[in-house]
């Protein structure tokens, strides 16, 4: 049976992803081509030594199996193509980097790319194509929900609730919150870098500083 793989997203993310992705493969002892997949390519060029085709190149290639982690940090943009490859049978693929730390019970969904030296300790639950980059970490008894981005070196202390689509800034202090009343990251909320969250942050608002505070936009505030 032949099986190809793809890092689909040939951008920061994507190349950042693809060393991951090889340790992945390497680790599980098989032996199969990564090929990069980027929509803006319109032919077949060489990305730091791996091909990369755009999507309708790569479903043309023959093969029996095939799998794609979506390494494209926005996640509205990761949720249409994950729909994409379900439709044609493309089967989601997790990588993480050798030396992340995973402990017990954690419940990781399709999708997952755990980034260089991410730790993610005990009794956490994680929904459908997470992203954690370099040096992240989630404590015990978080739920997070799907397409969640974490850039380089969060903190996500224990008992924090995480809705979909939530973006956590570099270098972002989330407080832990109790296990009758975690702290709550609503649905599309944006964590900005540096933030310290140290109270539940609404759906759809930006939160910014220490502590964090809903950024409004200042009518009045002439540039
Ligand atoms: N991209 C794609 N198909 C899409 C949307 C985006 O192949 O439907 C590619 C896009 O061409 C770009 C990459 O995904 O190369 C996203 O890169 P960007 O620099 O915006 O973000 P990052 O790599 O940080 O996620």
């Not at 994507?14 to 090929?35: C, F, H, K, T």
């Not at 929509?39 to 030594?49: A, H, R």
């Not at 791996?50 to 943009?77: G, R």
């Not at 939530?166 to 964590?191: E, F, S, W």
């Amino acid at each position: 049976m032949t099986e190809i793989y793809a890092i689909y997203g040939a951008s920061g993310c994507g190349r950042s992803l693809m060393p991951v992705a090889r340790e992945q493969l390497e680790r599980d002892n098989i032996q199969a081509e990564i090929y990069f997949i980027d929509d803006s390519l319109t032919e077949k060029i060489t990305i730091n030594g791996h091909v990369a085709l755009n999507y309708e190149a790569f479903k043309e290639l023959k093969a029996d199996k095939k799998f794609a982690l979506i390494a494209i940090a926005n996640s509205q943009i990761r949720e249409k193509i994950a729909i994409k490859l379900e439709q044609d049978a493309i089967e989601r693929w997790t990588v993480q980097a050798d030396n992340v730390v995973l402990m017990d019970e954690v419940e990781i969904s399709p999708g997952a790319a755990l980034s260089p030296f991410v730790t993610i300790t005990s009794n956490i639950k994680i929904g459908k194509c997470f992203h954690a980059n370099l040096y992240s970490y989630v404590e015990h008894d978080c739920v997070i929900g799907d397409y969640v981005t974490f850039a380089p070196g969060v903190k996500c202390n224990g008992n924090i609730h995480i809705e979909d689509h939530a973006y956590i800034g570099t270098g972002a202090v989330i407080k832990q919150g109790t296990p009758d009343k975690p702290l709550v990251i609503g649905k599309g909320a944006v964590v900005g870098m540096g933030a310290v969250v140290t109270k539940s942050v609404p759906p759809g608002v930006t939160v910014v500083g220490n502590p964090a505070r809903i950024l409004e936009k200042n009518k009045f505030l002439k540039f």
